[in-house]
């Protein structure tokens, strides 16, 4: 007996030739309605989650140590002696070895900081401190970078600031770091930054991140990003002046967001859904 | 920083894929106004999946019919409601070649909802036309695998249609 052919022939027996035509308009007006409950169900949850958010910012003292999720920063390693905390710790303020004057050279300076992204009269300022070898950094990255670049930074109502902050524990980290920035001085960031997060777990396992660069930059471009890594100190200027921030933030551990709104810097970590966050945005942006 | 993938079309998903779905879940429910439901709700989660969303979605939205549906079968005949149902849903026994497809179709929903849902889940799949290698995505498996869960799969059918029906057929 042909086992196959047998139960085929019984399951055939579930065709039914009754012309039955599905009504695809009457399951799409099902399916709108569907879409409108839980619309309503999500405005309602945003109003909650925008109350307790600010009901949290105004009682309750910023904890950069608590952190459910991401990566935290080896106990052993929190003594390590960082850099001076600077108020600025961008690329440009790095490679003019003046970090004191940071803040005015920020400001004024003409070159674009490829860190920066956004409107530079932005009213508020998130900067995300992150570890390429962090899972919880990828997954931001993946999930909610996208969402916020492009519901505030595009509009203009947010400025993007990233930050480096590889953690001890995670071997290639800080050579990503260098990468990244190598490739932002090519003016590549965006998409080494991209690149990093999406293959962080095939050059985690062997450290051969310029293979997963090479797929993406030009030729020419990654040329200039390796000579970059091999012989430029002021990368790691660079990243040593954003840990230094970190730490001035209170910060050991990643993924990890810095609010700049009105002369305040607020730390969230771990950082929140982005549903949550938004909320968290909007109220700053109609006060 | 531009991070997004080219948006997946859920419109027109939905439109080129609803009928085969309804269908699917109508062949083994046999209510048709109850297989719309759940091909509906099917396509819901499909919505709410975004990570589904992509070249894998209609391998996705089919097993998450066919799962409604084996789950709809189990209830209905926990509920004894089965036999009522079954019975509506099929064409008047008029001509005799009906009835006995009819009678045949009751039979084979009982032994589906009989056996263990995983492997009514992958006949379905199979019955449905997926091929080894979307089977094995669909119920996460090694494709080699595939062929030994099938044929243990049509083993149980079988017999729990032997053990239910009798004959040798």
């Known amino acids: ?287 | 920083m531009e991070t997004r993938e080219a948006p997946f079309d859920f419109e027109a998903f939905f439109q080129a894929q609803y009928g085969g779905i309804a269908r699917s879940i109508g062949r083994v429910v046999g209510d048709h106004a109850r297989a719309e439901e759940l091909a509906v709700e099917a396509f819901w989660k499909l919505w709410r999946s975004p990570r589904a969303h992509g070249e894998n979605a209609g391998g996705w939205v089919y097993r998450t019919a066919v799962r409604l549906a084996l789950n709809e079968l189990r209830r209905q005949k926990r509920s004894m409601r089965y036999e009522l149902l079954s019975r509506d849903g099929t064409p008047s026994p008029t001509p005799e070649e009906a009835h006995a497809a009819a009678e045949e179709r009751e039979q084979v929903r009982r032994v589906l909802a009989a056996i263990n849902a995983r492997q009514a889940e992958l006949l379905l799949l199979r019955s449905g036309g997926l091929s080894y290698n979307d089977l094995a995505v669909a119920i996460d498996v090694k494709p080699a695998s595939v062929g030994t869960l099938i044929g243990r799969a049509q083993h149980a059918f079988r017999q729990e249609y032997l053990k239910q029906f009798g004959g040798t057929k």
């Not at chain 1, 196959?4 to 309605?33: H, I, K, M, S």
């Not at chain 1, 910012?57 to 960082?82: I, S």
């Not at chain 1, 070159?111 to 950094?137: F, L, M, Q, W």
């Open chain 1, 1 to 287: 007996m042909n086992m196959n052919r047998w139960v085929d022939d019984r399951l055939a027996a579930l065709d039914e030739a009754d012309g039955w035509q599905p009504d695809t308009a009457r399951a799409r007006a099902r399916l709108r309605e569907l879409d409108r409950q839980a619309r309503i169900r999500r405005r309602w949850a945003w109003v909650a989650a925008a109350a307790a958010s600010l009901g949290l910012l105004t009682f309750v003292q910023p904890r950069a140590c608590a952190m459910p999720r991401g990566c935290v920063q080896n106990a052993t390693e929190k003594n390590v002696t960082r850099p001076a905390a600077t108020p600025a710790a961008t690329p440009a303020v790095a490679s003019a070895a003046k970090p004191q004057a940071a803040p005015a050279a920020r400001q004024t300076s003409a070159v674009p900081n490829y860190k920066e992204s956004g409107s530079p009269d932005a009213p508020i300022t998130c900067e995300v401190y992150s570890d390429y070898e962090c899972p919880s950094c990828a997954a931001l990255y993946r999930d909610i970078m996208p969402l916020l670049v492009a519901d505030y930074v595009q509009t203009g109502k947010v400025k993007l600031l990233h930050r480096d902050f590889p953690l001890p524990q995670h071997r290639y980290a800080k050579l990503a770091a260098r990468y990244a920035n190598a490739a932002g001085q090519a003016g590549q960031y965006d998409l080494a930054v991209n690149r990093l997060f999406q293959t962080q777990a095939v050059w985690s396992t062997n450290g051969d991140i310029e293979a997963q660069l090479a797929s993406m930059l030009s030729p020419e471009a990654m040329r200039k990003v390796r000579d970059m890594v091999e012989h430029d100190s002021r990368l790691d200027e660079t990243v040593a002046a954003d840990q230094a921030m970190g730490m001035n933030d209170g910060l050991h551990a990643t993924p990890t967001l810095v609010i700049v709104w009105k002369g305040n810097r607020q730390t969230i970590s771990p950082i929140p859904s982005y549903t949550f966050l938004k909320s968290y945005l909007d109220q700053l942006a109609r006060q």
